[in-house]
């Protein structure tokens, strides 16, 4: 849910243009909110950016991997969560937050594109689940890990085990297309913070 400059992941090879870099993003972008998954296709976004097919698939492997990108550049900067709060309303304010930007700009897009084109593609998939995903826990966890330190939750706190509960509870709004549900994500914080998974003594 927090990211690291997207920049800093590139792929090594030629230098990139930021220009070229910037529309490009911006075509797929575009080209995503006004087609969606089924209508986007780099040729679309070389047409879209004035760019070549080469140039594309010389930073981005396939589509979903530009996809990804997209997403991170357009949700890097949309989620600041006041550390002044306690954890329960941070993390409700997080989740407000997130399904927001999936419901509302092209990221909720991009992410179930994204989600779907990696089932299929060894590649992708291993890019969800060892990269993609772990820029997403990053915020939440150093939100729990704070509360931790500050006595709000256990020191025995199931961090880990927290973070799954939450994105099974927001993927499954997310890939059902009911994120305007946002009424349940109150009574989901407040048992979530109630019940409050521990870590199993060795």
């Given at each position: 849910m927090?990211?690291?400059?997207?920049?800093?992941?590139?792929?090594?090879?030629?230098?990139?243009s930021?220009?070229?870099?910037?529309?490009?993003?911006?075509a797929?972008?575009?080209l995503?909110?006004?087609?969606?998954?089924?209508?986007?296709?780099?040729?679309?976004?070389?047409r879209?950016?004035g760019?070549?097919?080469p140039?594309i698939?010389?930073?981005?492997?396939?589509?979903?991997?530009?996809?990804?990108?997209?997403?991170e550049?357009?949700?890097a900067c949309?989620?600041?969560?006041?550390?002044?709060?306690?954890?329960?309303q941070?993390?409700?304010?997080?989740l407000?937050?997130?399904?927001?930007?999936?419901?509302n700009?092209s990221?909720?897009?991009?992410?179930?594109?994204?989600?779907?084109?990696?089932?299929?593609v060894?590649?992708?998939?291993?890019?969800?689940?060892?990269?993609?995903?772990?820029r997403?826990?990053?915020?939440?966890?150093?939100?729990?890990?704070?509360?931790v330190?500050?006595?709000?939750l256990p020191?025995?706190?199931?961090?880990?085990?927290?973070?799954?509960?939450?994105?099974?509870?927001?993927?499954?709004?997310?890939?059902?297309?009911?994120l305007?549900?946002?009424?349940?994500?109150?009574?989901?914080?407040?048992?979530?913070?109630t019940?409050?998974?521990?870590?199993?003594?060795a």
């Open positions: 927090s990211d690291e400059n997207p920049k800093s992941r590139r792929s090594a090879g030629a230098v990139r930021e220009a070229s870099h910037q529309a490009i993003i911006d797929a972008k575009t995503l909110s006004e087609k969606g998954y089924v209508g986007f296709s780099i040729d679309g976004v070389a879209l950016a760019a070549s097919k140039t698939y010389r930073w981005w492997a396939n589509k979903a991997q530009l996809i990804a990108e997209v997403y550049v357009e949700s949309a989620i600041h969560i006041p550390e002044d709060l306690e954890v329960s941070r993390f409700s304010l997080m407000s937050t997130l399904w927001e930007l999936w419901h700009t990221c909720g897009v991009a992410f179930r594109s994204f989600i779907a084109e990696s089932q299929n060894k590649e992708n998939m291993e890019l969800l689940r060892d990269q993609f995903m772990a997403r826990f990053a915020l939440p966890r150093q939100i729990l890990a704070t509360a330190r500050r006595q709000e020191a025995d706190t199931d961090i880990e085990l927290m973070l799954v509960i939450t994105f099974g509870f927001s993927w499954f709004h997310l890939l059902t297309d009911n305007d549900q946002t009424e349940t994500i109150a009574p989901f914080i407040q048992h979530l913070f019940a409050i998974p521990r870590k199993h003594q």
